[in-house]
């Protein structure tokens, strides 16, 4: 239990009660700004993580990603979950895949991708599972209940 961040929740006898957050940290990657930030606050209000990263290019992303792996507390810096837009110009949510599976072990252990997308295309899907990071699919703007059912 050492290390967990802790919220309070209020149970059925209204006692605050502490309980640790769900996820040390998320990433959103999307390049529509305001897509970004409703899932950024959509994620605050379920209380999940107390660190969000967001970028609105998958180059940036992975940049960053390349950067925390140099530093000596990357497990503790890196995020737990990726939000991954797949719609996005210059790298795609797919080219970031190819990207993000160059990276070392330890990032690639650390990160588990949810896929993000407004398209209803089937391909997107099935290419998606071709990818062992990535752990679910979610139409976006995320929901609060699809943010307390990831199970990452």
């Known amino acids: 239990m050492e290390n967990q961040l802790i919220r309070p929740i209020f149970n059925m006898t209204n006692k605050i009660t502490m309980s640790p957050r769900k996820y040390r940290a998320v990433m ?3 390049d529509n700004e305001i897509d970004n930030l409703i899932n950024q606050k959509m994620i605050e209000a379920a209380s999940i993580t107390d660190n969000i990263y967001t970028h609105t290019g998958a180059k940036s992303a992975i940049e960053f990603l390349k950067n925390m792996e140099k530093m000596d507390v990357a ?5 737990d979950v990726i939000f991954l837009d797949i719609d996005m110009p210059l790298m795609d949510g797919f080219q970031f895949l190819d990207e993000f599976e160059n990276l070392s072990q330890l990032t690639r252990k650390k990160c588990r991708i949810v896929m ?6 089937p391909q997107d899907f099935n290419r998606s599972k071709k990818y062992s990071n990535v752990k679910m699919y979610l139409n976006k ?5 699809s ?5 990452v």
Do not use: A, F, R, Y
């Open 141 to 145: 703007p995320l929901s609060h209940d």
């Open 147 to 151: 943010i307390l059912k990831i199970d």
């Open 28 to 30: 959103l990657i999307d």
């Open 75 to 79: 497990e503790k810096v890196l995020p």
């Open 116 to 121: 993000l997308t407004s398209s209803i295309n």
